[in-house]
T-cell receptor
Framework: AQKVTQAQTEISVVEKEDVTLDCVYE???????LFWYKQPPSGELVFLIR??????QNEISGRYSWNFQKSTSSFNFTITASQVVDSAVYFC???????????????FGKGTLLTVNP | EPEVTQTPSHQVTQMGQEVILRCVPI?????FYWYRQILGQKVEFLVS????????KSEIFDDQFSVERPDGSNFTLKIRSTKLEDSAMYFC??????????????FGDGTRLSIL
């Protein structure tokens, strides 16, 4: 069974601080996919990034960066120089590539509420 | 950019009534999903749908729930006799064929269902 743990329920920072959101996952599959989604106060889910299990290369996109480490089953997300507009709930999610099927349902963590104060 | 659209954005229904939530997936997508998010909690998988049939459903998706793709464009979630605990945000998602790596799910903005 797949599981995603986001141990940080809430984080509060001051604008321009760097912040890292933790994500730890569990899966029995050797092929799987990891995602981060942002949920602003308006409620929609905004896709941020995906990684597959055979590509541990870290990624940077502007102020966002992601650190994927299979050895610790972690897929952490860092926002550099945070801004008030970054305030949202951030969800980490896992999808397994089981049995060659194509379902790819997402299992979400409980989310981390990030508040960036001016 | 194409997007998944959901209607209505907010639905208020009396307990015991039937409700239908509607979704229009992205036009060339073939895989469809419903998820639920109770207020303040995580997003939970309900059901996936492909080739006009359910491919997987969760424990939440009991006999009160059904899905349908009635006309090749809409994808609906029906709750037959709503309960108070059905109050939640319901998200529809769709994706193209292919591995999840390069074909992520695209989510609609959600329908907030309030059961009175």
């Amino acid at each position: 069974a797949q599981k995603v743990t986001q141990a940080q329920t809430e984080i509060s920072v001051v604008e321009k601080e760097d912040v890292t959101l933790d994500c730890v996952y569990e899966t029995r599959d050797t092929t799987y996919y990891l995602f981060w989604y942002k949920q602003p106060p308006s409620g929609e889910l905004v896709f941020l990034i995906r990684r597959n299990s055979f590509d541990e290369q870290n990624e940077i996109s502007g102020r966002y960066s992601w650190n994927f480490q299979k050895s610790t089953s972690s897929f952490n997300f860092t926002i550099t120089a945070s801004q008030v507009v970054d305030s949202a709930v951030y969800f980490c999610a896992l999808s397994e590539d089981n049995s060659g099927g194509s379902n790819y349902k997402l299992t979400f963590g409980k989310g981390t509420l990030l508040t960036v104060n001016p | 950019e194409p997007e998944v659209t959901q209607t209505p954005s907010h639905q208020v229904t009396q307990m015991g009534q039937e409700v239908i939530l509607r979704c229009v997936p992205i036009s060339n997508h073939l895989y469809f999903y419903w998820y639920r998010q109770i207020l303040g909690q995580k997003v939970e998988f309900l059901v996936s749908f492909y080739n006009n049939e359910i491919s997987e459903k969760s424990e939440i998706f009991d006999d009160q729930f059904s899905v349908e793709r009635p006309d090749g464009s809409n994808f609906t979630l029906k709750i037959r006799s709503t309960k108070l605990e059905d109050s939640a945000m319901y998200f529809c998602a769709s994706r193209s064929p292919g591995r999840a790596w390069n074909q992520p799910q695209h989510f609609g903005d959600g329908t907030r269902l309030s059961i009175l």
